[in-house]
C-alpha cells in the first residue's frame, strides 16, 4: 500500500480556464528533434497562439524562438511550465517554477511525480499531471 500523498488533477473546466487564461509557456525538455513528443506539442501549441519559450541547455534556437538553459535563466514572464522531462528531475524544475512566479506546472503524459505536484501546488500553482497539453487544448479550447 502506498502511504505517500496523491496528488489529484483539476477538473476539466479548470484546465480549461487554463488553457484559455495563460498563452506564455516555457516548455522544459523541448528538442530539436522534429521525431520528439515535446516539438510537436510545442509546434501546436504556437499553431494556437501560445508563446513558446524552449527551455534546453543544449540548444540555442527551437521552433523560431531562443532556448534557455533553465527556468531561471527566461528573462521574461511566463506563466505555463510545461515539462517533457523524466519524473525524476520534476522536483529541480518545480523549485525554479515556484521562484519564478509561473501560474501552473504542466507534466506532460507520463510525467508523474507526486511530491512535487503537491509542493507545487501548495505554493499557489495549478498543477496538471500525467496529461498531455495538446490533447487537452484540442478537446477543451
Sequence with gaps: MNDSPQYTNPSDDEIRRVLQTYRKVAVVGLSSNPGRASRGVARYLQGQGFKIIPVNPKEKEILGEKAYPD?????????????????EHVPAIVDQA?????????MQQGVVNHEAAIRASENGLTVVMDRCMLKECSALC
Design 71 to 87: 527556468l531561471n535563466s527566461i528573462p521574461e514572464k511566463f506563466e505555463i511550465v510545461d515539462i517533457f522531462r523524466k519524473s
Design 98 to 106: 515556484i521562484k519564478s512566479g509561473a501560474k501552473v506546472v504542466w
